[in-house]
T-cell receptor, first 110, second 112 residues
Framework: DGGITQSPKYLFRKEGQNVTLSCEQNLNHDAMYWYRQDPGQGLRLIYY???????QKGDIAEGYSVSREKKESFPLTVTSAQKNPTAFYLC?????????FGSGTRLTVV | RKEVEQDPGPFNVPEGATVAFNCTYS??????FFWYRQDCRKEPKLLMSVYSSGNEDGRFTAQLNRASQYISLLIRDSKLSDSATYLCVVNMVSTGFQKLVFGTGTRLLVSP
């Protein structure tokens, strides 16, 4: 079945460490997105990519980096520059007006 | 001003009640509109798209008023399983890209 896989489901990071969240899709979608959700808040856009080897900053890109070397993969790195990284991270892909979401990664800084 | 605004709730209703959620959006260039449902600690799932003519899916009715930039969701005969957070979502398209913009969500608690 086609879909988006995010891994890991739960991730713990020590302060000052970089960590990479995986997002893989087999839907053949060109566009992919990373969102962040904090308690009581809506999803906010971190980065997006419309095609391979191209990506753009979203509304809250500071402290994050991405790559899009393959159509299927859009990993997100949370760097030590991100001051408040504890959150729920969601990856999505799009075809036309239809969006598909992964099940999310919950990142906690310890 | 937030691009998409919703009352965060919670709305506490008994089973069988009718409940309505409202949402406003600020960008008049917004092109398509949705209601998503999100259960605790899960990803959002599409509940229904919203059209100007109004659309219904079983107990759920959605309405869009482009002139007022207002979106609504009506749930009739509430079930316990309707308890969740309902996200008002706008698909914005500009200069060759599009993105979903989310409201903060309205929490619904349906009690026996």
């Amino acid at each position: 079945d086609g879909g988006i896989t995010q891994s890991p489901k739960y991730l713990f990071r020590k302060e000052g460490q970089n960590v990479t969240l995986s997002c893989e899709q087999n839907l053949n979608h060109d566009a992919m997105y990373w969102y962040r959700q904090d308690p009581g808040q809506g999803l906010r856009l971190i980065y997006y990519s419309q095609i391979v080897n191209d990506f753009q900053k979203g509304d809250i890109a500071e402290g994050y980096s991405v790559s899009r070397e393959k159509k299927e993969s859009f990993p997100l790195t949370v760097t030590s520059a991100q001051k408040n990284p504890t959150a729920f991270y969601l990856c999505a892909s799009r075809s036309g007006n239809g969006y598909t979401f992964g099940s999310g990664t919950r990142l906690t800084v310890v | 001003r937030k691009e998409v605004e919703q009352d965060p709730g919670p709305f506490n209703v008994p089973e069988g009640a009718t409940v309505a959620f409202n949402c406003t959006y600020s960008n008049s260039a917004s092109q398509s509109f949705f209601w998503y449902r999100q259960d605790c600690r899960k990803e959002p799932k599409l509940l229904m798209s919203v059209y100007s003519s109004g659309n219904e899916d079983g107990r759920f009715t959605a309405q869009l008023n482009r002139a007022s930039q207002y979106i609504s969701l009506l749930i009739r005969d509430s079930k316990l399983s309707d308890s969740a957070t309902y996200l008002c979502v706008v698909n914005m398209v500009s200069t060759g890209f599009q993105k979903l913009v989310f409201g903060t969500g309205t929490r619904l608690l349906v009690s026996p």
